[in-house]
């Protein structure tokens, strides 16, 4: 059984940093491109960040450009994101996710991901 559980959300005033953890168990991790997402209250789920099997190659959303760093540490099944310089509208709930390593890389299309974490909240106050 594939599970993605993320750690590490929680609430930050503007400006601060959050490092949200995703450790997953029961897949090949290194067989898997990892992917974070987002969702807003009534928004759509978006693309924040990818990173490949290897960990060598990453890919952000615009938003995301320079303020957040996502890694893998593919001996502990861990991927992370680094988030620096969080503002108000990046408040949301924040999913992990895993896209099988044949697929096409980078991608930002949420149905290409096969697993998913159960998401973290990440409040960010003005």
């Known amino acids: 059984q594939v599970q993605l559980v993320e750690s590490g959300g929680g609430l930050v005033q503007a400006g601060g940093s959050l490092r949200l953890s995703c450790a997953a168990s029961g897949l090949t991790f290194t067989r898997y491109h990892m992917g974070w997402f987002r969702q807003a209250p009534g928004k759509e789920r978006e693309f924040v960040a990818t990173?490949?099997?290897?960990?060598?190659?990453?890919y952000y959303a615009d938003s995301a450009k320079g303020r957040f760093t996502i890694s893998r540490d593919n001996a502990k099944n861990t991927v992370y994101l680094q988030m620096n310089s969080l503002k108000p509208e990046d408040t949301a709930v924040y999913y992990c996710a895993a896209v099988p390593k044949g697929n096409r890389w980078p991608t930002e299309r949420d149905y290409e991901y096969v697993y998913w974490g159960q998401g973290i909240q990440v409040t960010v106050s003005s």
């Open positions: 990173v490949s099997s290897a960990g060598i190659s990453t």
